[in-house]
Structure formats: structure tokens, C-alpha cells
């Protein structure tokens, strides 16, 4: 018996083993560690008690299926998300055993899975593709209407009704442009593709030109307050890449939040590199959702985004070495900050294609040089 149970430990799956009065009689190692429950609390005990699973919506799922006294045909469950407590997650499939049909269950076979690659991989493909599909087809659906409209009626419509639409379909086509660039950002991320070329930066001229672009585009002067420390870490990083992080976390305060948009820019006082801070006077974003502002697709209103920005935001600030963190500022509104890391010397702690495109780069100069 005791290979037996050396074979179930060794099971890549949970496996928990039920008797017909419920008690549970076997569990191997892959299941105490989906579960989180240990073995001896759980072997000879009543499943129903020791195992509480429930489905998403809170309901307990032992009663709900009730394999000790439910429908004689049932032969099991397929895999499905069921929670324990503590918001454990895990996958369960299970197997009604009976000696013959309709025979009473002489046992209950649960297979129990993680739910973390699964749930990657499920957010990854269906959810990504259900929504990339939704976002797209919105703005063309625009595109579409205003071009037949204006086809049809054109003599009708007059110039001041033509411009209107036509704005309106520019403004949906960028809208299309910005999506595909910010999907094609994220599959290069997720594939850890993504390069980035550095070089030394000038971070409080980005910030300056960040907030000239918006007065630029109609925000009023009034709206930003910039305080940059001086002297400041030298910082290597991809300025195309840094723009996009500033021009994103500028661009929400704006659109997201309210009031006066604060910029600051200092020394990280917990590491070697700086610390830039966008704080708003907002609503800010409720504590419920700090923990979800950077997910795929996720946003809390519908004032014209993607849902993306932040997430490529995090990824861009990470593959810099740096760390973003969302919190409340001073008057309430929200405060998103990131650091990153002092100058990066030669030849350490680069990403493989990072290394190379600098010596890349030091090779053009050389060759422009001599
Ligand atoms: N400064 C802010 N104030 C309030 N909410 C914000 C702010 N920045 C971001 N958010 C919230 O986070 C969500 C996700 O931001 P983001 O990923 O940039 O997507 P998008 O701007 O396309 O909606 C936004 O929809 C918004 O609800
Ligand atoms: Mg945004």
C-alpha cells in the first residue's frame, strides 16, 4: 500500500479519494497543496466539512450536487472553478464510482487542479480575443456609419455636418491605430520581447515636454504643477519607451482625474535611481480596485480608453528594472509612482538583447567616430 501512495503523490493532479459516508480516504500531495489543507485534516473526516468547496457564487457545492443521495445516473462533474475559503481557487472534476447503473455511489474521485496556469492561459486566449474583438469592431462600427451616411446624403449634409463626421471618423481610426500598437506592445511583453534601447535620459525635460504637448492640445497651463530635484541620479533608459510610460500616467490624470495634475520627480529614496510621482485631485481609484488598475483591459470608466495603458505601463516600467505602485495622493485623487534604477554600468544585470543593442549602438558611434 505504501507504493500505492508514493504513485498518488507522485500525481502531476490533486486526488481525493471519498467513501460512501462521505469520509475521506485518500489525498495525495498535489492535493494539500491546491487545497491548502493538510492531509491529517482532511483523511477520515466528512468531506463536506473538511473540504467546504464552493462554486463562484458562494454556494456550497456538496449540497448543491449532493453525490450521496443525488440523481442514480449522475457519473460525475466536469471541471469546474470552485473556491474554498480564504478565496482559494481550484478545479475540480469529479467521478461518481458505482457498482453498476443506477447503483448507489460507492465512491467519489476528485481531480483537483491548479488554477493559476489554467486561468492565464484562459484570460490569455478567450477573454483576450472576446474583448480585442469588441474594442475593435466599436470604433469601426462608427467608421462604418458615418462613411455610408455621408455616401448617401451627401449633396444633403452641409460642410459644417461633414467635418463633424469626419472628425468623429479620424477620431475613431486613431482610436483603432492605438489599440493595435498597445496589443502589439503586449504580445511582445508577454513573449518577453520587448527591447529596450537605452541610453541616458533626461527625465525632467521629458516631463516638461509631457506637459507642454497636453497645454498643446488644449489642457490649460494651470492644470500641471512640475518639482524636479536637482541633481538628480543619471538614469539609462529607452526614451521612446519612458515617453510612452509618462504620456500614459499624464494622459489618465487628465482624463481619469480632476483638479491640478502634479508631477514630481526625485531621487528614489529607497534605491539608487529616481522616483516619479503623477498625483491627481480626482475621485482617485476606490481601494476595491487598486489591486486590478493594472490588468489586461480593465477600467473603471468609460471615458475613451482601452483599458490597456496601465498594463503596458507596468510591463514598460519593469522591463526597465523599475517598480510602479497606485495609491491615493494628498487631496484624495490618485497617485501612481515609479522608480527607476540608476545608471546601468557597462555589461551588468542587462537583458540579454538590451546588452546587445547597446553594443550595437556603441559600435555605430565608433564606426561614425572613425
Ligand atoms: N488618475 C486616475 N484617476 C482615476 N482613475 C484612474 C486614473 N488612472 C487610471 N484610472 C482608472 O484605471 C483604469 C485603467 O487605466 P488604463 O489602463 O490607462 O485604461 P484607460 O485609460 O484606457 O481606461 C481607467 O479606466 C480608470 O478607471
Ligand atoms: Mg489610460
Known sequence: ?????????????????????????????????????????????????????????????????????????????????????????????????????????????????????????????????????????????????FTSTMLRRWERLTDAQKRLMLETVEADADRVTRLIAELLDISRMDAGRLEVKRQVVDLPAMVRGQVDRMVATGQPAERFRVALASPLPEVW???????????????????????????????????????VVVDDEGEGIPAEHIGVVFTKFWRGSRRGGTGLGLYVVRGLVEAHGGRITVGASPAGGARFRFTLPAAVPDFVQLPPTALVERRRGADRRATSRG
Open 1 to 145: 500500500m505504501d507504493g500505492a501512495r508514493d504513485l498518488v503523490d507522485e500525481l502531476p493532479d490533486g486526488l481525493v479519494v471519498v467513501g460512501a459516508d462521505a469520509r475521506v480516504q485518500v489525498v495525495n500531495a498535489s492535493a494539500e497543496r491546491c487545497t491548502g489543507i493538510r492531509r491529517e485534516e482532511l483523511l477520515g473526516r466528512d468531506v463536506r466539512t473538511a473540504l467546504p468547496l464552493q462554486d463562484t457564487t458562494g454556494r456550497d457545492w456538496w449540497a448543491c450536487t449532493d453525490p450521496f443521495r443525488g440523481l442514480a445516473t449522475r457519473t460525475g462533474h466536469r471541471e469546474r472553478l470552485l473556491v474554498l475559503p480564504g478565496d482559494h481557487e481550484v478545479l475540480v472534476t469529479a467521478r461518481y464510482v458505482r457498482s453498476g447503473r443506477s447503483a448507489p455511489v460507492e465512491r467519489v474521485v476528485l481531480q483537483l487542479r491548479d488554477t493559476e496556469a489554467r486561468r492565464r492561459l484562459e484570460n490569455d486566449h478567450a477573454g483576450l480575443i472576446s474583448t480585442v474583438a469588441h474594442e475593435l469592431r466599436s470604433p469601426l462600427t462608427s467608421v462604418k456609419g
Open 237 to 275: 533608459a529607452d526614451p521612446d519607451r519612458l515617453e510612452q510610460v509618462l504620456s500614459n500616467l499624464v494622459g489618465n490624470a487628465v482624463r481619469h482625474g480632476a483638479g491640478v495634475i502634479d508631477l514630481v520627480v526625485a531621487a528614489d529614496p529607497d534605491g539608487d535611481g529616481v522616483a
